[in-house]
Structure formats: structure tokens, C-alpha cells
């Protein structure tokens, strides 16, 4: 069985350097003929459909994969008798799935699917410094009396991941068929999604596309930044299509739209236009960015911090073709209560402040 490499939780994983104690999951050694291929490639020929290029390309950048014990990147060639290594922070086995009765807002199940409307603050998988109490660990309780459901079998289970303090809809495939099928349409960005977020500033248009190459922040390793092509040339090309749905006092409501699936790319992008998520705080927003310096507001602030006390960005709407009702579904999931309690305050200091 293939595993999955779990290095995607870009909340947690950090680049390797040589403090980190890696472990060794996979060692491969290129044939006498091996032809030149980039080592990406090579690697997802090897490992099979049930580990993507863009994960492999991701462990190259984060520095777990080792040819001939140098650290390489994902367009190296592999060249005859190369040996090539992917290693990881954990031993294989403290990634093991257990149930773990975790609540669940499933929004929609049928025979090949779940649909899950994710709480924020819960991780989808285990990773450095969860190794419990994820998404995968309550979808192993949920489906304990299923036979045919093992959450630690990659060929099933999540078809695409958000960030722990992003609440919102996730698919679930219950069997290697529907994943398959349902993890094309992401790849072929054939699924329709949309994601609300409260953003610091008012933004002056009513709607507008943002574009910008992303790549990991090579200063800070757990965020990710816009790069011009010529400041590096691995970013990747990255569209965010938005809308505005409400403007406050010092704050606005917006709807995006993915054009493409970056990590971070919502909150990435806009933070390059002047306006981060609010109470994000790995781009900046859990600081005071628009208003005036009264003690008042400033305790005002400080209250919407404590009452929803993450990134303000939830994914509401997802759309995908059943994989085998041959429909189209689409899907929409009400705001969290910290998010709707949020908005809330903010309505009323608006209405006070006209």
C-alpha cells in the first residue's frame, strides 16, 4: 500500500536544515539506463497516482528529498545509479490513524462521498506537532463499523485540504474510484469554489481578480509570499477572483473565487493588495491595520480578536461532478457562529459610527 507523504500541513512543516532529525520513507536507486528525468517526475512514476506531483515538488522545496545525500530540487535530472531519498520529520508509524470521537457537520453522504462542513481550529491530518485529534482521526471513528473504510489507506479519504483555522467544506471519497475521479476534477480545476473572508481596509471596488506568482517565503518557511518570475522562477502562477458582499467601517466582506489552488492563496494575495485577513496572524492581520488609535476602538478590536480568534475565512460553496451519478453538485454551508458573531459586531459599530 502507497503511503501518503504528509509534509502538506504548511502550518506545521517547516523546511528540513540540519537541526531537523529526518527519518527515511522511501530510497530508490535509478537503473543503469536511466534516461535524464526530472527527479519529480521520476518520483511520481515510482510512487504511483496516489502521491501528486505538486506534493513531491513541495517535499523537493521543503528539503526531504535527498539525491546521493545532497538536498536537490524538483527539476534536477536523474541520472544512472543516482540514489534518491524522501525523508520526513517522523517515523512512518506515529502517523498511524486512530478513531477518535471528534464531532462532525457532514453537510452531505452517499454510497461514494462525505461532506464535511470543518470546524476551525481542527487539523485535517496529522502532521508535526498533531500527531491526534485531526479531521482523518475523526473520520476513522465515524466510519469505525465500515468495513471498506480504512482512513489509513491513501487511495481513500480526503480529496483536497484547507488550513487548520480555515473552516468550510471538505470532500471525503469512500472508495479509490470516487477519489480518483474526484481528485481529476481538482487537478483539471473543473470544481467550483468559493470562500468568504472579512478583510482589513475598505476595498474600493466592487469586484476584481488578483494575481501573483506564490512560492514558500524562503526568510520565513512556514508562510508563503508573491515572487516576481524573475525572483524566482518555481512560484507558482496563482488567480483569485473576488467580489464584495459588505463594506464596515474599517474592515470588508468579500467572496473569492480560485481560479487555481495555492496554498494560502486567498490570504497571500491579499495581503499583497493592502488588505489581510483580519486576525490573521502569520500575514499580519492580528494587528490593528485601519482605524484610529482611541482606547475605545482599540478594546473594540481587541473584543473581534477574542470572538473569532483565527483567520477569518471560511469555504462556503463547493461544486463537483458526482463521480458516478454523472451530476452536477453543488453545495453551500452556513458561516461558523465566530465568524457570524464577528460580522455581528461589526454591523453594530458601523451603524453606530455612520
Known sequence: MTEELEFEDDDVVDSADETTELYERYRFVADKGQSALRVDKYLSNMLGSNISRTRIQDAAEAGYIKVNNEAIKASYKVKPFDTITISLEYPKEEFFIFPEEIPLCITYEDDDLLLVNKQ???CVHPASGNHNGTLLNALAF???ENPNFD????KIGLVHRIDKDTSGLLLVAKTAFAKTHLSQQFMEKTTERTYNALVWGVVKEDSGTITGNIARDTKERQSFRIYTPEENPAAK???THYRVLQRFEYVTLVECKLETGRTHQIRVHFKSIGHPLFNDAKYGGSEIIKG?????YKQFILNCFEVCPRQVLHAKTLGFMHPTKNEFMQFDSELPPDFQALLEKWQNYTRKNI
Request: aromatic content about 16%.
Open 142 to 144: 465515524y466510519f469505525k
Open 120 to 122: 476551525p481550529g481542527l
Open 237 to 239: 502562477h496563482a488567480v
Open 292 to 296: 484610529n488609535l482611541f482606547a475605545k
Open 151 to 154: 482512513a489509513n489507506n491513501p
